[in-house]
């Protein structure tokens, strides 16, 4: 798409851009919790709205329940874990994974209305993928495909960051990347580079997939990008961004450096994955996690990650106590920069009006 056609892009559309804060579509997997989490303890987490409770059985298979106990309403992850069973720690009765009760401790009949819901969950990559919407249709086939399987790369699990803000506005952060050169300046950029002038830009969107894609040619890496990925200083190289945002739920973002000599040669790659969760109408979870083609995956690299993080979670959590201060009195003034951002909440808007 041309400068021109995105700019008549926005000011056609511009009335019609779905507001921030959006509701969220519920048939659809998202990330529950990163596979290192998950063990022989009971993890609580808030998750599209309801309480959950997770672990991992005997035989390390995950499991998902609600968190909420159907005697008295206390929250199970508050129990203990005994074999593959939950026992609540208020009265003590006890629940299968599958959500059935094992047993009451006072006495022998269970009432048929004594159950927990549980949920699907299925592991892949580094993460453990939840559906909360319709069960028949929870087809693990519908993760998103990224062919981040196909690369022998280390993978390593970094945090998950909850945020008091809209899931939304994650995607509008990184669907909007112009934000880097200000708000991370310092961190993920020299503050020389204010201008996108010089760097090939293009987005494109295939079904709900928004990838975004620039490219850097003869990129001379500062001594501080050449350390965070691993490449020889004062060496330069082609870099190539892509920004691939699978909504609602998932967004990697690809930093693959080659030889400008030979650009089938990869000189070095990172993969963040970013899955986005909502935990509420206005919270929610920014999880990440790396592949990459040389070793990472150390505290350092998780602490530099969390700086990255924070420096946008002030900003989601600003954004979002301005929108609950003025409620719809604000109105969003979009500019060219916003596209993709705008059509990412178009696709999800549309989303949210299917399930209806
Ligand atoms: S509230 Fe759970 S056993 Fe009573
Ligand atoms: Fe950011």
Redesign the pocket.
């Known amino acids: 798409m041309s400068v021109e056609e995105a700019d008549a892009a926005v000011a056609q559309r511009k009335s019609e851009v779905p507001a921030a804060g959006q509701a969220f579509p519920r048939n659809h997997w998202y990330v529950a919790a990163g596979s290192a989490e998950l063990g022989r303890h009971l993890l609580g987490r808030k998750l599209l709205g309801e309480h959950l409770v997770l672990f991992r059985r005997e035989d390390g298979g995950a499991v998902a329940m609600s968190d909420w ?1 159907p ?4 929250r199970l992850s508050k129990g203990k874990l005994i074999g593959d069973q939950i026992q ?1 720690g ?4 006890r629940f299968e994974p599958s959500g059935a009760c094992a047993g009451i401790p006072t006495q022998n009949a269970i009432p048929k209305q004594l159950r927990v819901r549980s949920y699907p969950l299925v592991e892949k990559w580094l993460w453990a993928w939840i559906w909360m919407g319709d069960p028949s249709k929870a087809d693990p086939a519908l993760i998103p495909h990224t062919g981040l399987e196909d690369r022998p790369y280390h993978h390593a699990f970094h945090l998950c960051c909850p945020m008091k803000g809209n899931y939304q506005l994650i995607h509008d952060n990184l669907l909007d990347g112009t934000h880097v050169s200000f708000l991370h300046a310092g961190t993920l950029d020299s503050e020389e580079n204010t201008e996108v002038t010089d760097v090939d830009f293009s987005w494109e969107t295939v079904g709900s997939l928004i990838r975004i894609t620039r490219r850097f040619h003869n990129f001379l890496p500062t001594a501080m990008v050449a350390q965070s990925y691993a490449l020889p200083q004062g060496v330069p190289v082609d870099r190539l961004l892509v920004t691939e945002h699978y909504m609602p739920s998932f967004v990697i973002v690809i930093n693959r450096f080659t030889d400008p000599a030979d650009p089938s040669r990869i000189v070095s790659e990172q993969i963040v994955h970013i899955p986005v969760t909502p935990a509420g109408r206005g919270e929610a979870y920014h999880f990440a996690g790396t592949s990459t083609s040389y070793p990472s995956g150390t505290k350092d690299d998780t602490a530099f990650l969390r700086g990255v993080i924070e420096q946008d979670l002030m900003a989601i959590e600003t954004v979002q106590s301005g929108f609950d201060e003025r409620g719809i009195a604000f109105r969003e003034v979009s500019v060219r920069a916003d596209t993709p951002g705008v059509q990412g909440r178009r696709i999800v808007a549309s989303m949210v009006a299917a399930e209806m």
């Open positions: 106990c005697h008295r309403g206390f609540c208020y009265h003590g009765i």
